[in-house]
């Protein structure tokens, strides 16, 4: 896999996709062969079950002819993964975060 390279966001954090990023949230890699029309929902809602699921990387979509990977639950129910996406600190408070976004 090509290193990814490090993307700002508005707020000057790094945003989802960026090393920064990756090294701030837990993910795991499914490697074996997975049908992107319902299989990838149906893995990523059952695992979504469970609390700090990680963000989960498809690498071996079923039917895929351009080396595309899927990230999904990037987000999950965590509020410092909510803010790494949309370029906040993940540190601040709650409300802090909702005041920032409200002034983004």
Same mark, same amino acid.
């Given at each position: @896999?090509? $290193?990814?390279t490090e993307r700002r966001s508005p707020g000057g954090i790094c945003a989802i996709g960026s090393s920064s990023w990756s090294s701030r949230v837990s993910s795991a890699r499914i490697n074996a062969p997975v049908d992107p029309d319902e299989e990838l929902a149906a893995i990523t809602f059952m695992a979504g079950t469970h609390p700090e699921t990680p =963000?989960? &990387?498809?690498?071996n979509l079923v039917g895929n002819r351009t080396d595309a /990977?899927? &990230?999904?639950? @990037? &987000?999950? =129910?965590s509020?410092? /993964?909510? =803010? &790494?996406a949309v370029g906040l600190d $993940?540190? =601040?408070s709650t409300s802090d975060l909702i005041m920032r976004r409200r002034a983004i």
């Open positions: @896999m090509a $290193p990814v =963000a989960l &990387l498809f690498s /990977r899927i &990230l999904s639950n @990037m &987000l999950g =129910a509020k410092e /993964r909510y =803010a &790494l $993940p540190d =601040a």
